[in-house]
Every structure is written in structure tokens, then in C-alpha cells.
């Protein structure tokens, strides 16, 4: 639905239920504890957003912001949020996908792409974002055509591309 709970794990109850946006489906925190949430939008007229929520000390949800930014997956690695742009219109992938940067508390877009070395036209359907905290290389899963083998691609922090490896189909996330 279009809806955050905070469950009391003690006694597995709900005891919020906040209104976000519809088709929710990624949660991230970062290390401030704010709990970010990608709304996937309607596939038609409402994209795909990020929203950022912030929590009292009860764990209740304090607010909900939106952040303004388009995207659809993300990984915060540090202050920053890497995120790709591949938005579904009506039955397909829109042609213009984005991979960018963002700061996680202003928002601002840092980096407009970045992939620095053009292969980002080898990536047919982004489905995955992962970045190695520790070395801050970059790795896409590319779904292909959702019914062969997909590939990761590995960046490095410059936005050049380190190696590609073939996966089996739909690679949905990283580890």
C-alpha cells in the first residue's frame, strides 16, 4: 500500500502506521538513523520518488519528507546517496536512465553521472546498487531483458568501469 509501520517487536504490534507514498519498495538507513523509503510511483503519471522519514526517541515516526529526487534504487554509502533513474512507462523502461549522486542532507544532486567512460549505454535494465563502503567502487546488477543472464558491472570511485561478470537471470541485489 502507501504506508510505513513501526512495529514493538516485544509483542510483534504495530504501533504507527504513517501514510508515505503509493508502491513502497526499498528502506534504507543511514547513519544519521533516518530511515529513507523509494516509492516505485503508479508506472504512468507518478514516478518513482525518495522519501526521507525521521524518528522520535520512541521510534515513532516524527516526519516524512519528500526529497524531491527521482529514482529508482539506492544505496547511502557516507553522506551521500548513489541512485539510478530507470523509470517504467506503461509496459517498458524509459530510455533516459540516470545514475547520480546525492547529499543526504540537502538533497542536492552532486553528481549528474557517475559513470565517466560511457558504458552506462551497456546497462539494458538497472535492478541493483550496491558500493563497497570501504573502497567506494560501484556495482550494477542489469536484469538485460528479465529472461536471460543479466550481468554486475563494477565502477570504480572515478566512474570507470573495472569489470563486467554474468549472473544469472534478474540480479536483484548485492551483498
Same mark, same amino acid.
Not at 75 to 85: F, K, V
Not at 87 to 107: C, H, K, L, R, V
Not at 116 to 135: F, H, M
Given at each position: 500500500?502507501?504506508?510505513? =509501520?513501526?512495529?514493538?517487536? =516485544?509483542?510483534?504490534?504495530?504501533?504507527?502506521?504513517?501514510?508515505?507514498?503509493?508502491?513502497?519498495?526499498?528502506?534504507?538507513?543511514?547513519?544519521?538513523?533516518?530511515?529513507?523509503?523509494?516509492?516505485?510511483?503508479?508506472?504512468?503519471?507518478?514516478?518513482?520518488?525518495?522519501?526521507?522519514?525521521?524518528?522520535? =526517541?520512541?521510534?515513532?515516526?516524527?516526519?516524512?519528507?519528500?526529497?524531491?529526487?527521482?529514482?529508482?534504487?539506492?544505496?547511502?554509502?557516507?553522506?551521500?546517496?548513489?541512485?539510478?533513474?530507470?523509470?517504467?512507462?506503461?509496459?517498458?523502461?524509459?530510455?533516459?536512465?540516470?545514475? =547520480?549522486?546525492?547529499?543526504?542532507?540537502?538533497?542536492?544532486?552532486?553528481?549528474?553521472?557517475?559513470?565517466?567512460?560511457?558504458?552506462?549505454?551497456?546497462?539494458?535494465?538497472?535492478?541493483?546498487?550496491?558500493?563497497?563502503?570501504?573502497?567506494?567502487?560501484?556495482?550494477?546488477?542489469?536484469?538485460?531483458?528479465?529472461?536471460?543472464?543479466?550481468?554486475?558491472?563494477?565502477?570504480?570511485?572515478?566512474?570507470?568501469?573495472?569489470?563486467?561478470?554474468?549472473?544469472?537471470?534478474?540480479?536483484?541485489?548485492?551483498?
Amino acid at each position: 500500500d502507501n504506508t510505513v =509501520s513501526v512495529i514493538r517487536l =516485544s509483542t510483534f504490534t504495530q504501533i504507527e502506521k504513517k501514510e508515505v507514498a503509493i508502491n513502497l519498495h526499498r528502506m534504507r538507513l543511514d547513519k544519521n538513523g533516518k530511515i529513507w523509503v523509494l516509492s516505485r510511483g503508479d508506472y504512468y503519471t507518478m514516478p518513482p520518488q525518495l522519501f526521507r522519514l525521521e524518528t522520535n =526517541s520512541n521510534g515513532t515516526i516524527k516526519s516524512v519528507e519528500n526529497t524531491g529526487l527521482l529514482c529508482s534504487n539506492f544505496e547511502i554509502c557516507d553522506n551521500e546517496i548513489y541512485m539510478y533513474n530507470a523509470p517504467y512507462q506503461g509496459n517498458s523502461i524509459s530510455s533516459n536512465i540516470t545514475y =547520480s549522486i546525492a547529499d543526504i542532507e540537502t538533497f542536492d544532486v552532486v553528481e549528474e553521472n557517475f559513470i565517466k567512460d560511457g558504458t552506462e549505454n551497456l546497462i539494458k535494465i538497472p535492478y541493483a546498487i550496491k558500493v563497497n563502503p570501504s573502497t567506494k567502487e560501484v556495482f550494477i546488477c542489469d536484469a538485460k531483458n528479465y529472461v536471460s543472464s543479466g550481468t554486475i558491472t563494477c565502477y570504480s570511485p572515478q566512474g570507470i568501469k573495472r569489470w563486467s561478470v554474468f549472473t544469472g537471470d534478474i540480479p536483484s541485489s548485492i551483498t
